[in-house]
C-alpha cells in the first residue's frame, strides 16, 4: 500500500522527461540516418570503381587480340557493302539498362553477354582515336586506341562518381585489314576516325588457353 505522504511525479516533470527523452532519440536517429547515408555513398562509390576498373580489364583482355577494329556511334551495323558484318565480330557498348555488354554476331542476328550491370550507378564508355600531333596534322596511329570509363550517380543530376582514362595498343592488328590504311577497318580510315560510344573487333588468331599441368612433368630438368 502506498503511503499518503508518499511524492509522486508531478505533470511538469514528467513532460520534461518526455521532452529530453525526444531529444535523444531524435539525435539517435540522426545519427543512424547520417551513418547509413555514408554506408550507402561508400557502397555506391565501391560498385562504381569496380565496374570502371572491370570494364577496362575487359576492353584490354578482349582487344589483346584483336586483327581489325573500328569505332562506331550508336549502332552495331552499317549499311555499306564495304563494311559488312563478319561472322564472330564483336561489340563491347552500355545498352539501354546500363549494362556492360558483349554483343557477337553469329552470322545472322547478335548474341548478347552482359558483362557489368551495376546497380547503384550508370555507366559510360566512349572511344576514340588519337593524333600523332594534336595540332591538327590529321596522321593517326593505326594500333592505338583511347577510351574513358565514366560512373555517375543515379539521383545527383549524374555527377561524376569515378572515370578512367586509357590507352591500349593494338599489336596484332592485320595488314589490308586492320592496318595500315584500309578501305574495312573505319577505325584506320584518317577520314572517319570520330569519336564513339562502342567498338567493334574481330579476331583470326585462336586465343591460348592455358589447362593444367599433365602428371610426370618436371619444370627444368
Known amino acids: 500500500m502506498f503511503k499518503s505522504d508518499q511524492d509522486g511525479f508531478t505533470l511538469i516533470e514528467l513532460m520534461i522527461v518526455l521532452a529530453l527523452l525526444g ?5 539517435g536517429w540522426g545519427l543512424f540516418s547520417l551513418t547509413m547515408k555514408s554506408w550507402d555513398v561508400w557502397q555506391t562509390r565501391q560498385e562504381a570503381e569496380a565496374a570502371v576498373r572491370l570494364t577496362s580489364q575487359i576492353i584490354t583482355n578482349e582487344l589483346d587480340y584483336a586483327s581489325f577494329l573500328e569505332i562506331r556511334q550508336g549502332n552495331h551495323w552499317v549499311n555499306n557493302e564495304a563494311n559488312k558484318l563478319k561472322e564472330n565480330d564483336r561489340f563491347i557498348f552500355v545498352n539501354d539498362a546500363g549494362s556492360i555488354i558483349i554483343s557477337e554476331f553469329n552470322g545472322t542476328s547478335f ?18 582515336k588519337p593524333e600523332k600531333n594534336p595540332a591538327g596534322s590529321g596522321i593517326y596511329p593505326d594500333n592505338i586506341l583511347n577510351y574513358t570509363i565514366t560512373a555517375r550517380y543515379l539521383d545527383r543530376d549524374e555527377a561524376v562518381i569515378y572515370s578512367t582514362d586509357s590507352s591500349i595498343m593494338v599489336s596484332n592488328m592485320l595488314p589490308d585489314e586492320g592496318v595500315p590504311i584500309s578501305a574495312i577497318s573505319l577505325y584506320s580510315q584518317t577520314d572517319n576516325c570520330n569519336p564513339g560510344d562502342r567498338i567493334r573487333y574481330n579476331t583470326v588468331f585462336t586465343r591460348f588457353e592455358p589447362s593444367p599441368p599433365g602428371g610426370g612433368f618436371t619444370c627444368g630438368l
Request: charged share 25%; hydrophobic share 50%; proline share 9%.
Open 111 to 128: 548474341v548478347e553477354k552482359p558483362l557489368v550491370e551495376p546497380k547503384r550507378c550508370t555507366v559510360e564508355l566512349s572511344f576514340s
Open 23 to 27: 531529444l535523444i532519440l531524435a539525435a
